[in-house]
């Protein structure tokens, strides 16, 4: 619930900044997952493809894990990369064309190689599958999804510019001086 309310304020901070009209401040970036439409060759049906960058650690049998993170693009390319944790040389890098099988299976070609990797669209990112759309159903099955990466960048130049809209997001009044109780949580570096 906590992190739900984190990104929801996130969100409506984001959406806050970008009503400013300050030319100066550009106050939030983000990287969100986008739909974007695709219609394959074979069907005619329009379905949507999640976009944008999705991360996690995949089990391994020879490591602790394999670090993984796929870029879907729109344009249907990819880049993935995968680290095998604790091993020396083994990151592995490659980027390509994507084709979408029925509606919710991305299939990643590796054009050096011709090796097809295959991912399963499912509520909360990308799960490694096999050609048909299966997916691992045992005790490990949610540690083969691929999560959402939000980058959030904020652009702001005072920390009173941060303490008023955190203030706005969270308590509706602003104070120039935040009671102790409330900004202890927060510790800003700025130049």
């Known amino acids: 619930m906590k992190k739900m309310n984190l990104a929801l304020a996130a969100a409506l901070l984001i959406s806050m900044a970008a009503c400013t009209n300050s030319p100066k401040k550009e ?27 999705f991360e996690g650690i995949l089990p391994a049998a020879s490591s602790e894990g394999i670090r993984t993170s796929l870029t879907v693009n729109a344009d249907s390319t990819y880049s993935y990369k995968q680290e095998y944790i604790g091993e020396k040389d083994a990151n592995f890098e490659t980027s390509g064309v994507y084709h979408l099988i029925g509606k919710d299976l991305i299939e990643l070609v590796t054009p050096s190689s011709g090796e097809k990797t295959y991912y399963k669209r499912v509520e909360t990112g990308y799960m490694l599958s ?3 759309g299966t997916v691992n159903q045992g005790e490990l099955a949610e540690h083969y999804i691929l999560k959402l990466r939000l980058i959030f960048s904020f652009d702001i130049e005072t920390r009173e510019e941060v303490l008023q809209a955190f203030s706005l997001l969270f308590f509706e009044d602003y104070t120039s001086q935040p009671s ?12």
Do not use: I, K, Q
């Open 27 to 53: 106050a939030a970036t983000t990287e969100p997952a986008t739909t974007a439409a695709v219609a394959t060759a074979t069907d005619t049906t329009t379905t949507l493809v999640m976009t944008g960058t």
């Open 130 to 132: 096999d050609s048909l």
């Open 180 to 191: 102790t109780s409330r900004w202890n949580l927060f510790h800003f570096n700025h130049s």
